[in-house]
C-alpha cells in the first residue's frame, strides 16, 4: 500500500509559476514510476508528467518547456514544477505512484486566471 499526500495547489495569474509536491508513504525507490495527471472539467484525466525509477522523462506535449519533473529520494517526494502557467493548465492535478498497483493521490486544485 502506497499513499500519496499532494501539496502546493492553488490560484496564480497567467504567466505564473507553482510548484506540486508528492510526498509517498514509502521509499520511492521501491516504485517503479511516478507523476502527475491533470482532470479539467468534463474532460478525461490526462497524464501531464512522468518519471521512471531509472529516471526516464515523460512530458505531455502542452507542457514541454514549461514543467519539470524532479523528484528527492530524501524525501520520498516527487515534484512538479510549473512555469509559465495558462488558463488552459486550470484542472485538478494527481499525483499517482505505480509498483504492481497503480495508486493516486487525493487532488490538488491548480486555478490558472486573471
Known amino acids: 500500500q502506497v499513499q500519496l499526500v499532494e501539496s502546493g495547489g492553488g490560484l496564480v495569474q497567467p504567466g505564473g509559476s507553482l510548484r506540486l509536491s508528492c510526498a509517498a508513504s514509502v521509499s520511492i525507490f521501491n516504485i517503479n514510476t511516478m507523476g502527475w495527471y491533470h482532470q479539467a472539467p468534463g474532460k478525461e484525466r490526462e497524464l501531464v508528467a512522468a518519471?521512471?525509477?531509472?529516471?526516464?522523462?515523460t512530458y505531455a506535449d502542452p507542457v514541454k518547456g514549461r514543467f519539470t519533473i524532479s523528484r528527492d529520494h530524501a524525501k520520498n517526494t516527487v515534484y512538479l514544477q510549473m512555469n509559465s502557467l495558462k488558463p488552459e493548465d486550470t484542472a485538478v492535478y494527481y499525483c499517482?505512484?505505480?509498483?504492481?498497483?497503480?495508486?493516486w493521490g487525493q487532488g490538488t486544485q491548480v486555478t490558472v486566471s486573471s
Open positions: 518519471i521512471t525509477s531509472g529516471g526516464t522523462i
Open positions: 499517482y505512484a505505480e509498483t504492481i498497483y497503480r495508486y
